[in-house]
């Protein structure tokens, strides 16, 4: 447990920690951004929040995002951006898991794209519960006050292979997003529903 201890204090896991999940979040709200009907067809497709907070949520969501982006670089604040990071990522993998348990795979995770009708999966539980727990090192782990250059290295190579390991697996890992035919109106699901 000591050597669990001191790897979550290193500085380079800190800093590689805190570039994986505030380049992982940009990319995300990029995607949201680009196109935020679509993203909110998305959060309505999970069956969820009732119709009159599908909006209102898609846009908590965002918010949440920007501020995970913008408060991840900065020490003073890191910790809560990365309690904050820690609760979307449960917050998501708890929203997969009861689509998937009700039987509902054919619908967008809304993850790095809003292609509406791709699948989900039980590795996009895993992949956001072991994204909390990395977050959650940097909530319980004070921030260094140093930082040598080696670990900069070192973070910004984790960091970067992290990311790419994380969008290759949200694009080959699951089927590609189903086709939807011009008469079917944005946002309709395909599979059984609850």
């Given amino acids: ?19 994986s999940l505030a380049g992982l979040f940009a990319l995300a709200l990029k995607g949201k951004l680009e196109d935020l009907d679509a993203f909110v067809a998305t959060v309505r497709n999970y069956r969820i929040l009732p119709e009159m907070l599908v ?6 969501v965002l918010a949440g995002e920007v501020l995970v982006v913008a408060g ?3 020490p ?16 998501f993998a708890g929203a997969l898991a009861i689509n998937l348990v009700r039987g509902r795979r054919s619908i967008d995770c809304g993850c790095f794209r809003s292609a509406l009708r791709g699948r989900i999966g039980w590795s996009q539980v895993v992949r956001n519960g072991l994204l909390a727990a990395a977050a959650t090192t940097l909530v319980v782990s004070p921030a260094p006050s140093t930082v040598a250059i080696g670990d900069v290295l070192v973070a910004v190579a984790a ?12 694009f080959l890992a699951f089927d590609p997003p189903l086709e939807r035919s011009a008469s079917e109106p944005l946002g309709a699901e395909g599979g059984r529903s609850a």
């Fill in 1 to 19: 447990m000591e050597a669990l201890s001191r790897l979550v204090a290193a500085p380079a896991w800190q800093t590689a920690c805190w570039l």
């Fill in 55 to 60: 909006r209102p949520g898609a846009l908590a």
């Fill in 72 to 74: 991840l670089p900065f």
């Fill in 76 to 91: 003073a604040t890191r910790p809560a951006a990365a309690g904050l990071a820690g609760a979307l990522l449960v917050l």
């Fill in 159 to 170: 960091a970067s292979s992290v990311v790419l390991l994380l969008l290759a697996h949200s």
